[in-house]
């Protein structure tokens, strides 16, 4: 199931049909559409993207609860009897979809609602928390903590608000059920500033160069508070968290960084199953710690031989790759 905003649904759906839907069926790959909500500048005046269309953005990834209802999706997954959901945003690149060890983790606690999380670089990286405040789960934006307690340790000198939400979630369907059916409604909405394009008074199209206003969206994880059972679970961050939101060039969660994150991934996975590598200087790299060292790399194991490094020992055990490396399966084009 993937959900797209108006702009970006059909060419999604193109660009699955181009390559044949990567080796699924293609009725088993459904998409459909988030709503969108009208932008508004700082005075609270609706923004005019053209001079008889109001501006509009996307509803947030919160919007994809009354996205599952009113595009039959909670009862296609019901009618094909799933039980279990992993939702999870695109801009990641070291996702491990429907990851078995956390959907069973999280189905073992008979949990209704779990999360994926890491821990924080260092008490300024810009990223929400999970967190349980009043007795409930939910995730405080970093825009909402202060210094201080971005700041705070617990005895073992860990920062007490340790766990980097990473919207990388495990929902039951009977949750999300509850969820769409009754309490959708009482999700918050949150304002946003944007550089929103906007008509001028002679019918001229400017696109600000600054934030002129606010688009207000619903986030995926304010459910949260619903939970009667949540469940969360630490994950390595150099394997499963490397998000894409910057241009290139920018040296942090960028193009860049989001490939060498694969490539040393992939490379972790070939030397833990025997194999070995050589740079152009001809050293040899057989450790982790050699490989992480190195600045940039080519490596990609194909999806259809491994999903998170195993079955690789009879394939590369006791050889050396020279880099760039792609190993492919014979499925592969």
Known sequence: YIMTSEHTKEKTRDYFQKHDYFGLIDKNVL????????????DGNIILAGPDKIARAPDGN????NALIKCGILEDMRNRGIAHIHVYCVDNILIKMADPVFLGYCASKNADCGAKVVKKVDASEPVGVVCLCDGLYQVTEYSEYSKETAEKRNQRGELMFNAANICNHYFSVD???????????????H????????????????KPEKPNGI???????????FSKNFAVMEVKREDEFSPL???????????????AAL???HGRYILEAGGKF????????????????MADIDCEVSPHLSFAGENLNDLVRGKVYDFPVYLKAECDK
């Open 62 to 65: 919160g919007g994809l609860y």
């Open 31 to 42: 998409f459909f559409e988030q709503s969108t909500l009208p932008c508004f500048d700082f």
């Open 215 to 225: 688009k207000m969206e619903k986030f995926v994880f304010d459910v949260f508070l």
């Open 175 to 189: 949750f999300l059920t509850q969820v769409v059916s009754a309490r959708e409604h009482e999700l918050p909405h």
């Open 263 to 265: 490539s040393k991934l």
């Open 191 to 206: 304002m946003a500033k944007k550089k929103i394009p906007y008509v001028n008074e002679s019918g001229q199209t400017i």
């Open 278 to 293: 050589t740079t152009k200087e001809g050293k040899e790299i057989c450790d982790v710690s050699s490989l992480n060292d």
């Open 245 to 259: 939101k910057n241009k290139c060039g920018s040296g942090r969660d960028c193009p860049e960084t989001a490939k």
